[in-house]
């Protein structure tokens, strides 16, 4: 199994970034799939959700109407959209794939950082 993020890396406050994660070695669309993030020194917090088919997605508040996830379940990725990128926006965001009627089947990518400064 293996579920590796891209497109992290510095951006200016206000700026855009999309991050995806590429899974392969489990069947994708029988996973919800989900960002987190970890910033310095804090918890790992749920930013955005995916269900398996794409039909429900769900939201930290922190970052409604900014970001956006989605998923592409022919190429095994999902995505995530990310606008008006702020300083505490600054993280490794990771990638986590929970299978949607067995939670004990879960994957985690190694993660990737962004990070928002002048």
């Known amino acids: 199994v293996h579920l590796v993020e891209s497109g992290g890396g510095l951006v200016q406050p206000g700026g855009s970034l999309r991050l995806s994660c590429a899974a392969s070695g489990f069947t994708f669309s029988r996973y919800g799939m989900n960002w987190y993030r970890q910033a310095p020194g804090k918890e790992r917090e749920l930013v955005a959700a995916?269900?398996?088919?794409?039909?429900?997605?769900n939201y930290a508040d922190s970052v409604k109407g900014r970001f956006t996830i989605s998923r592409d379940n022919a190429q095994n990725t999902v995505y995530l959209q990310m606008n008006s990128l702020k300083p505490e926006d600054t993280a490794v965001y990771y990638c986590n794939a929970r299978h949607e009627r067995n939670a004990r089947f879960e994957y985690w990518g190694q993660g990737t950082l962004v990070t928002v400064s002048e």
């Open positions: 995916i269900t398996s088919a794409g039909g429900i997605t």
